[in-house]
């Protein structure tokens, strides 16, 4: 019985532990379990998240296509309205779930310094309060989101978006404090502030991120409906605090939109060391970033995750004419992108003029001029200042301060504020000026232009060695140095009061130059070689050729690049406005695809022959019937060789730069891809040119292949191909567009048999139409280009910028006024080589006609060479019938 107990107990011990054991291996099972939903929750997030991320920061083409679509809409809807400029309205946030009312003190103060320098502009501070009563009127539908957000932070940084998408203007953080009055005027460079950019940033950490603490923007603009659209999507958790605020609202998250939006061109990015303690200065409290995020930071820095369009900018070329930083507080550095490049466009100050944009010279005298009230006289190159010059003048009172220099190997120490000169080698043939701006132990800091094209990382250019040795200072550079330049009594000198420029003597405020242009004659020249008779276009003995003086090809520069600029803007106008569009008699089919060229192929703008007349005092814009080729064959190789030919005695020809900035034109191209050269059969007039270009193209690295339209391509599974089997991609051609818009109307609009499209059939040959408006290939000089060479462009520049002292002044004409004046139809079809017909047409605009009494030079025809926008030479056309028609024109040699 004992033995049965003990058994018994044994047994029930037994199940007391199996039962334990069981109970154990349950908990342990449920624990795994509960682990590994954990787990597969977590993975699943972490992939839904991974995802999200991909889309985000990744562009789609579907996207991209309706974004340009609201592109060209909200472009459509502000032209000609108030949206050249960024409406002035300061958008301030303060939130916080301790206190709505009371914000902090530095806050408060940052914000009132903001409100004195903003007296003009609108301002609002708003609340949590505030927020909530204005979503509830106009955004109901995102207040749930906004109410959802886990944090504070992220309602102040989707409030962000949402503000300036729907009222537009500027967007500051609480902990920025303003130095400088109109903000957004300043942030510019002065090119861009008649007609602003639609977006203004300033670069982002590192390439990941788009700061979001100052932001400037157009009202309703697609770039921040963008942002809008997707935060309610982000709106997710990221385990940690400061990743889900930077990802789901944050700067993280703007730049994800930043690469999905396609269109970059509408933003500009000011450098940091260019707001940064001269126009703004953080006052400390409002970062919120933490060892998460900069984790993050890091982790994206290190290309793990390759986002580069907004990357680390420092060793990035910065195109003509943008800046690189700034010295001296307001002494803007602009970028001439090459050291070779003269761009023979002046630059000037309150009147003064400081010298070629954007020469090491130019900043000089600008630095001189702002920092210290002085200017110095004109000098021949940056070396001719160690020898020729020695003093500066004030400009308020005409005083003198001598130049003293001191070789480099001076026991002098090189001082602040002083010019560091370089002499002529064969990297710079003119030398080099920089103005000196630091000085420490080891080392002098300088601010200059036209030596290197980076950003700067703070407020100088670069940092140079510098060491003292057996009782010298050397300033040890790559290239020799003169010295430097030290102006005496520097104490006595003041930055320019640049509100009461009264102060500036007149004699310092010169007129912009004119210039002179004269016809000259080798008489009784007999050409002995087939090369002189070639290069002459003539077989007269009495030889023409045209000489201009430096200030001449200032002025052509000056007044093209001006020009052009309204060009841009008058072509802005016309392709949003259909009211205008259609006397453009441009098929309304064509429309979307003219609208969505202006926005896809600016780049894709070459060459812009700009035509002026010159009556010895005024340039004046004029036009006339260009024929298919460009004959720009005459103004690059041709001149250059004449001038050489005839034993002229010049320092250069008016298009010495022609031939190496078309290079450099197609190399930032980066096209990789062969380009298809269209020519017709009866092209043989424009062969040289073409063949020129396709030379041009060659030396640019870019594969090139001649095509007769009737006989070198065709269809192929709907695809249009060479005689090689390659696809056609990119094309370059020399029609113009109003013959292609004809061909499709031939073809499509009026030819009732082909109204329905037409298939193509494989081995057929395409047509023109075929080719040029097919949206599978891209076309050199665009679409968007029709307009700038139509006819009525030119009125419709006058109607816009009327009373322009570079504009013919032109009027419409009734039929009953018309009967008194006749002049040239500029639209018409020539049926002979030199006849002409006089109309009288209420639908067409005339010309200002200018009389060969009163217009000594009206046989002369000045045709600037625009490159991408720039003007890069110019050459002499002389009209024999007085018929401005392209195919009467010969062109001459000009030296300078």
Same mark, same amino acid.
């Given at each position: 019985?004992?033995?049965?107990?003990?058994?018994?107990?044994?047994?029930?011990?037994?199940?007391?532990?199996?039962?334990?054991?069981?109970?154990?291996?349950?908990?342990?099972?449920?624990?795994?379990?509960?682990?590994?939903?954990?787990?597969?929750?977590?993975?699943?997030?972490i992939?839904?998240?991974?995802?999200?991320?991909?889309?985000?920061?990744?562009?789609?083409?579907?996207r991209?296509?309706?974004?340009?679509?609201?592109?060209?809409?909200?472009?459509?809807?502000?032209?000609?309205?108030?949206q050249?400029k960024?409406?002035?309205?300061?958008?301030?946030?303060?939130?916080?779930?301790?206190?709505?009312?009371?914000?902090?003190?530095?806050?408060?103060?940052?914000?009132?310094?903001?409100?004195?320098?903003?007296?003009?502009?609108?301002?609002?501070?708003?609340?949590?309060?505030?927020?909530l009563?204005?979503?509830?009127?106009?955004?109901?539908?995102?207040?749930?989101?906004?109410?959802?957000?886990?944090?504070?932070?992220?309602?102040?940084?989707?409030?962000?978006?949402?503000?300036?998408f729907?009222?537009?203007?500027?967007?500051?953080?609480?902990?920025?404090?303003?130095?400088?009055?109109?903000?957004?005027?300043?942030?510019?460079?002065?090119?861009?502030?008649?007609?602003?950019?639609?977006?203004?940033?300033?670069?982002?950490?590192?390439?990941?991120?788009?700061?979001?603490?100052?932001?400037?923007a157009?009202?309703?603009?697609?770039?921040?409906?963008?942002?809008?659209?997707?935060?309610?999507?982000?709106?997710?958790?990221?385990y940690?605090?400061?990743?889900?605020?930077?990802?789901?609202?944050?700067?993280?998250?703007?730049?994800?939109?930043?690469?999905?939006?396609?269109?970059?061109?509408?933003?500009?990015?000011?450098?940091?060391?260019?707001?940064?303690?001269?126009?703004?200065?953080?006052?400390?409290?409002?970062?919120?970033?933490?060892?998460?995020?900069?984790?993050?930071?890091?982790?994206?820095?290190?290309?793990?995750?390759?986002?580069?369009?907004?990357?680390?900018?420092?060793?990035?070329?910065?195109?003509?004419?943008?800046?690189?930083?700034?010295?001296s507080?307001?002494?803007?550095?602009?970028?001439?992108?090459?050291?070779?490049?003269i761009?023979?466009?002046?630059?000037?100050?309150?009147?003064?003029?400081?010298?070629?944009?954007?020469?090491?010279?130019e900043?000089?005298?600008?630095?001189?001029?702002?920092?210290?009230?002085?200017?110095?006289?004109?000098?021949?190159?940056?070396t001719?200042?160690?020898?020729?010059?020695?003093?500066?003048?004030?400009?308020?009172?005409?005083?003198?301060?001598?130049?003293?220099?001191?070789?480099?190997?001076?026991?002098?120490?090189?001082?602040?504020?002083?010019?560091l000169?370089?002499?002529?080698?064969?990297?710079m043939?003119?030398?080099?000026?920089?103005v000196?701006?630091?000085?420490?132990?080891?080392?002098?800091?300088?601010?200059?232009?036209?030596?290197?094209?980076h950003?700067?990382?703070s407020?100088?250019?670069?940092?140079?060695?510098?060491?003292?040795?057996?009782?010298?200072?050397?300033?040890?550079?790559?290239?020799?140095?003169?010295?430097?330049?030290e102006?005496?009594?520097?104490?006595?000198?003041?930055?320019?009061?640049?509100?009461?420029?009264?102060?500036?003597?007149?004699?310092?405020?010169?007129?912009?130059?004119?210039?002179?242009?004269?016809?000259?004659?080798?008489?009784n020249?007999?050409?002995?070689?087939?090369?002189?008779?070639?290069?002459?276009?003539?077989?007269?003995?009495?030889?023409?050729?045209?000489?201009?003086?430096?200030?001449?090809f200032?002025?052509?520069?000056?007044?093209?690049?001006?020009?052009?600029r309204?060009?841009?803007?008058?072509?802005?106008?016309?392709?949003?406005?259909?009211?205008?569009?259609?006397?453009?008699?441009?098929?309304?089919?064509?429309?979307?695809?003219?609208?969505?060229?202006?926005?896809?192929?600016?780049d894709?703008?070459?060459?812009?022959?700009?035509?002026?007349?010159f009556?010895?005092?005024?340039?004046?814009?004029c036009?006339?019937?260009?024929?298919?080729?460009?004959n720009?064959?005459?103004?690059?190789?041709?001149?250059?060789?004449?001038?050489?030919?005839?034993?002229?005695?010049?320092?250069?020809?008016?298009?010495?730069?022609?031939h190496?900035?078309?290079?450099?034109?197609?190399?930032?191209?980066?096209?990789?891809?062969?380009?298809?050269?269209?020519?017709?059969?009866?092209?043989?007039?424009?062969?040289?040119?073409?063949?020129?270009m396709?030379?041009?193209?060659?030396?640019?690295?870019?594969? &090139?292949?001649?095509? @007769?339209?009737?006989?070198?391509?065709?269809?192929? #599974?709907? =695809? /249009? %191909?060479?005689?090689?089997?390659e696809?056609?991609?990119?094309?370059?051609?020399?029609?113009?567009?109003?013959t292609?818009?004809?061909?499709?109307?031939?073809?499509?609009?009026?030819?009732?048999?082909?109204?329905?499209?037409?298939?193509?059939?494989?081995?057929?040959?395409?047509?023109?139409?075929?080719?040029?408006?097919?949206?599978?290939?891209?076309?050199?000089?665009p679409?968007?280009?029709?307009?700038?060479?139509?006819?009525?462009?030119?009125?419709?520049?006058?109607?816009?910028?009327?009373?322009?002292?570079?504009?013919?002044?032109?009027?419409?004409?009734s039929?009953?006024?018309?009967?008194h004046?006749?002049?040239v139809?500029?639209?018409?079809?020539?049926?002979?080589?030199?006849?002409?017909?006089?109309?009288?047409?209420?639908?067409?605009? &005339?010309?200002?006609? @200018?009389?060969?009494?009163?217009?000594?030079?009206? #046989?002369? =025809? /000045? %045709?600037?060479?625009?490159?991408?926008?720039?003007?890069?030479?110019?050459?002499?056309?002389?009209?024999?019938?007085?018929?401005?028609?392209?195919?009467?024109?010969?062109?001459?040699?000009?030296?300078?």
């Amino acid at each position: 019985m004992q033995k049965y107990k003990q058994c018994t107990k044994q047994n029930y011990n037994d199940e007391i532990q199996l039962l334990a054991y069981r109970r154990y291996n349950n908990v342990q099972r449920i624990t795994f379990i509960v682990c590994l939903i954990i787990v597969l929750f977590t993975l699943i997030h972490i992939l839904q998240t991974g995802l999200f991320l991909i889309k985000h920061f990744t562009e789609d083409e579907n996207r991209s296509n309706m974004i340009k679509l609201d592109m060209q809409i909200w472009q459509g809807l502000v032209n000609g309205q108030s949206q050249r400029k960024i409406p002035r309205h300061i958008h301030q946030i303060w939130i916080s779930s301790k206190n709505d009312e009371e914000m902090y003190e530095n806050f408060r103060i940052a914000a009132n310094a903001c409100m004195e320098l903003h007296s003009n502009y609108n301002y609002t501070l708003w609340t949590h309060r505030k927020i909530l009563d204005w979503l509830k009127i106009h955004y109901s539908w995102f207040l749930p989101t906004y109410e959802n957000y886990r944090y504070d932070m992220q309602r102040i940084d989707a409030m962000k978006y949402l503000l300036l998408f729907h009222f537009g203007g500027i967007y500051l953080d609480l902990d920025i404090k303003c130095k400088v009055q109109d903000l957004i005027t300043s942030m510019l460079p002065l090119d861009k502030r008649d007609n602003e950019p639609d977006i203004i940033f300033h670069m982002g950490t590192e390439g990941i991120s788009a700061n979001t603490d100052i932001m400037t923007a157009k009202r309703f603009h697609p770039f921040f409906k963008l942002a809008v659209s997707q935060l309610k999507t982000a709106n997710r958790w990221f385990y940690l605090y400061h990743l889900t605020i930077i990802l789901s609202a944050g700067p993280t998250f703007l730049y994800g939109v930043y690469k999905q939006f396609p269109l970059k061109d509408i933003f500009y990015y000011v450098p940091n060391n260019v707001l940064y303690g001269k126009m703004i200065e953080g006052v400390g409290g409002g970062t919120w970033y933490g060892r998460d995020s900069l984790v993050l930071i890091r982790f994206m820095e290190n290309k793990i995750w390759s986002m580069s369009t907004m990357t680390d900018r420092k060793q990035e070329i910065v195109p003509f004419n943008s800046i690189q930083g700034i010295a001296s507080t307001n002494v803007q550095a602009y970028s001439n992108e090459y050291d070779d490049f003269i761009s023979f466009e002046g630059f000037y100050v309150h009147g003064i003029y400081t010298g070629f944009k954007w020469q090491c010279v130019e900043f000089a005298r600008r630095w001189l001029l702002l920092r210290k009230s002085c200017i110095f006289e004109n000098v021949g190159s940056a070396t001719d200042i160690w020898q020729e010059l020695t003093y500066v003048e004030r400009v308020t009172d005409g005083e003198e301060f001598p130049l003293k220099t001191y070789s480099n190997g001076s026991p002098h120490k090189p001082k602040c504020d002083s010019f560091l000169i370089y002499p002529r080698n064969e990297e710079m043939p003119y030398g080099h000026i920089a103005v000196i701006c630091e000085v420490q132990e080891s080392f002098i800091r300088v601010a200059e232009e036209n030596y290197r094209f980076h950003y700067w990382s703070s407020n100088y250019a670069r940092q140079i060695p510098m060491v003292y040795r057996n009782g010298l200072y050397y300033i040890e550079d790559y290239y020799n140095i003169y010295g430097w330049m030290e102006i005496e009594n520097n104490h006595q000198l003041k930055p320019l009061d640049e509100s009461n420029i009264n102060l500036i003597l007149k004699k310092y405020q010169k007129p912009k130059p004119i210039g002179q242009l004269k016809p000259c004659f080798i008489l009784n020249k007999t050409l002995d070689y087939r090369k002189e008779k070639f290069l002459m276009q003539s077989n007269k003995k009495d030889i023409c050729y045209y000489k201009a003086d430096e200030d001449f090809f200032v002025n052509i520069s000056n007044t093209s690049n001006e020009l052009y600029r309204l060009f841009i803007q008058a072509v802005n106008y016309i392709i949003h406005n259909d009211e205008i569009l259609t006397l453009f008699e441009i098929p309304n089919q064509i429309w979307f695809r003219i609208r969505r060229s202006w926005i896809d192929e600016r780049d894709f703008d070459i060459i812009d022959p700009m035509n002026l007349r010159f009556d010895g005092k005024n340039l004046k814009l004029c036009q006339y019937k260009a024929s298919r080729g460009l004959n720009i064959l005459q103004s690059t190789v041709v001149q250059e060789k004449w001038a050489q030919t005839m034993n002229l005695d010049y320092s250069f020809t008016s298009s010495f730069q022609l031939h190496c900035l078309l290079i450099r034109k197609w190399k930032r191209l980066n096209i990789k891809t062969t380009i298809h050269i269209l020519m017709d059969n009866d092209d043989q007039e424009d062969l040289e040119t073409i063949l020129y270009m396709k030379t041009i193209m060659t030396e640019a690295g870019i594969d &090139s292949k001649l095509c @007769l339209l009737s006989n070198d391509l065709y269809w192929k #599974d709907s =695809i /249009i %191909v060479d005689k090689d089997g390659e696809i056609v991609k990119i094309v370059w051609k020399s029609w113009n567009w109003e013959t292609i818009f004809q061909d499709f109307r031939d073809r499509y609009v009026d030819n009732k048999e082909e109204k329905e499209e037409r298939k193509s059939v494989n081995k057929e040959h395409p047509s023109l139409t075929d080719i040029l408006l097919n949206e599978k290939i891209r076309i050199i000089e665009p679409l968007w280009k029709s307009i700038i060479n139509h006819k009525a462009f030119f009125s419709i520049l006058c109607t816009l910028f009327p009373n322009h002292s570079n504009i013919s002044q032109n009027e419409s004409l009734s039929s009953e006024d018309s009967q008194h004046i006749s002049f040239v139809n500029r639209s018409m079809e020539e049926q002979n080589n030199d006849s002409i017909e006089e109309y009288f047409d209420s639908h067409h605009i &005339s010309q200002e006609i @200018l009389s060969e009494k009163n217009f000594e030079y009206s #046989d002369e =025809i /000045i %045709v600037s060479w625009m490159i991408h926008g720039l003007c890069s030479g110019f050459s002499i056309r002389e009209d024999q019938n007085h018929i401005t028609n392209a195919n009467n024109l010969k062109t001459y040699c000009c030296i300078i």
